[in-house]
């Protein structure tokens, strides 16, 4: 895939300066001289979902973090040299305690106390890695929600240890909260103290300032829609999980969060169900990823909020529904600006599920991947959408190096990005524009979907148009200057690894059958010259990016206007009730 991105950072996660792991560290050995907390005053049950596979793998010595498997070389896993700064982040996260908590026979929990007992002996002072706000937070709710699993048949060293350091963090906790990074970071940060204030015992002093710390944090960061600044799904997922988790320990201790905090959860909740698949997986925008399995619907469950979906946009993107099929559309403009490191040039891009089945996808996040990875996966052309050959709808700035990692923010993109529904007989319609193209070519991308109320058809065209006189002549400067006839583009439908494609009816159609044995049929209004070519699947965890491919629609702008149409259609016998009951196999 093509595109003009430049390198940026493995880790999404901004890594503390020298100043910063300083302060840190002198934060968590001031924490040890508080008092230690010498019980529960109240046990908050487990929250999150854990894998009995993942514990095993874990068990079996096999460490499979930030999508890097490496082989545990002794009894614990401390003493290895980690592979990358994502790795190390999820180790002392402890967010594994989920999978081994999940071992159906118990079995994982030696191993957990193991792992503990040796991190406790290493780190429990304020030394090495994971002293940061963000880890602390996410590790205090891991052992906060997993204490009877922790400390059953656990001696006393070993409690009055676990005791003290998690004194030590509550502690560090309250100091440092404010150095993060708003957004997830903070929310993580505070959601930590808050259980710590509710479940540890001489620890309540620090709940107030907390609770109205997080207050302020909703209101900043959660927008009158429901949606944050960075328009990734997963990283709202992300808030919202924190969120209602805040709430039911709350709940469970006697108490009641600020209102702001309700209303927060109340907003994300049907921006949220907007941004669900029908596999019940969210759309893969900006960044974030499906998310783990069954996590969004436990999430929305625990809110207590009554289901609802957003009227016109959720968060910048607009839905299309109809059937078992699901449409999600990128329908603004993307976060821009120095602190838009995970920006993607998505603008109009969709992805498409049918029933159990994602179909048409966009690459994701390529950031576990590598620079070069990353790079590629906020590029136009790794989406599904089109594509001016060369360019993306968004471009970096100048790279700058933060401690050894090289970041570029997206600074320049598309200013105005328009949305027109309306519904005609028994369709669903929508007209998109963005002018993304207009400052470098003088060019307009126009996308038209249209998905029918059964969910069966969706026709869609796309095209380029210079709408001003101004854009005419800074589309002539162009042409110009070109050694061929028109601006090439490209409209991309990468295709989810499990969808078999293949060239149909002479080259003029795809058929496209799912695991699950239905079929789709993409057509084309010969405007353009259709291609099968070899696309990528970038997903959270796995070991390496999936091949698979993409339907590439190739034309030229010739005059001051192309356009070509498509559409994605089950054929008419296709039954219309089909239950999809085929297994998905493990994922490695």
Not at 141 to 149: E, K, Q, T, V, Y
Not at 469 to 476: A, G, I, P, Q, V
Request: include cysteine; proline fraction near 6%; charge should be positive.
């Amino acid at each position: 895939m093509s595109d003009t991105l430049s390198p940026a950072p493995v880790s999404l996660r901004e890594r503390p300066g020298h100043l910063r792991r300083f302060a840190n560290r002198w934060a968590a050995w001031r924490a040890g001289y508080g008092p230690n907390p010498k019980g529960f005053t109240s046990q908050p049950v487990p929250r999150s979902i854990g894998s009995d596979a993942r514990g095993r793998q874990l068990m079996a010595g096999n460490l499979l973090f930030a999508g890097v498997l490496v082989q545990m070389p002794r009894d614990v896993p401390w003493a290895l040299d980690p592979p990358s700064d994502a790795f190390e982040d999820e180790l002392h996260g402890f967010e594994w305690l989920d999978h081994l908590a999940a071992v159906a026979d118990g079995s994982g929990r030696p191993m957990a106390q193991d792992w503990l007992a040796s991190w406790l002996t290493r780190y429990g002072t304020g030394k090495g890695p994971g002293w940061t706000p963000d880890l602390v937070g996410r590790r205090q709710i891991r052992w906060i929600s997993h204490a009877l699993f922790l400390m059953s048949g656990q001696d006393q060293t070993d409690t009055r240890a676990l005791y003290a350091t998690l004194g030590r963090q509550a502690d560090f906790l309250a100091r440092r909260w404010r150095t993060t990074s708003h957004g997830l970071p903070r929310f993580e940060a505070l959601t930590g103290l808050i259980y710590s204030a509710c479940s540890l015992t001489g620890v309540a002093h620090h709940l107030k300032p907390a609770l109205k710390a997080l207050a302020q944090e909703c209101a900043r960061e959660v927008d009158a829609s429901g949606g944050i600044v960075t328009r990734n799904p997963e990283e709202l997922l992300g808030v919202f999980t924190l969120l209602t988790w805040t709430a039911a320990v709350l709940a469970e201790s006697g108490k009641r969060p600020d209102p702001a905090v309700d209303t927060a959860i109340m907003r994300i909740a049907p921006t949220l169900r907007s941004l669900r698949h029908t596999d019940g997986g969210l759309a893969r925008f900006q960044g974030g990823g499906g998310g783990q399995t069954g996590r969004l619907d436990q999430a929305l469950a625990q809110s207590g909020v009554r289901p609802a979906t957003v009227s016109g946009l959720a968060m910048g993107y607009a839905r299309l529904a109809g059937g078992r099929t699901s449409v999600v559309v990128d329908a603004a403009a993307p976060m821009l600006g120095p602190e838009a490191y995970n920006s993607h040039a998505s603008t109009l891009a969709f992805e498409l599920t049918s029933g159990r089945r994602p179909v048409i996808v966009n690459c994701g996040s390529g950031a576990g991947f590598g620079a070069d990875w990353r790079r590629a996966g906020r590029a136009t052309s790794s989406h599904s959408t089109l594509a001016i050959d060369g360019y993306s709808s968004a471009r970096l700035g100048p790279r700058s190096a933060y401690h050894g990692v090289v970041k570029q923010p997206l600074l320049e993109g598309p200013e105005t990005v328009e949305v027109q529904e309306s519904d005609s007989g028994g369709a669903r319609a929508v007209a998109f524009s963005h002018d993304g193209y207009r400052r470098t070519h003088g060019l307009i991308h126009l996308r038209s979907l249209s998905l029918e109320s059964d969910g069966r058809l969706l026709r869609g065209e796309d095209g380029l148009a210079a709408i001003t006189d101004k854009d005419r002549d800074t589309l002539d400067r162009v042409m110009t200057r070109l050694p061929i006839e028109g601006i090439p583009y490209s409209v991309r439908f990468h295709l989810h690894p499990d969808v078999e494609a293949e060239l149909d009816l002479g080259g003029a159609a795809v058929s496209l059958t799912l695991r699950g044995g239905e079929v789709w049929v993409f057509r084309h209004g010969r405007e353009a010259n259709l291609t099968l070519e070899k696309s990528v699947y970038l997903e959270s965890g796995r070991l390496k990016p999936r091949a698979t491919k993409q339907i590439v629609l190739s034309s030229r702008v010739t005059d001051y206007g192309s356009a070509v149409s498509w559409s994605l259609a089950k054929p008419a016998d296709a039954p219309r009730g089909r239950r999809d009951y085929s297994q998905d196999p493990l994922r490695l």
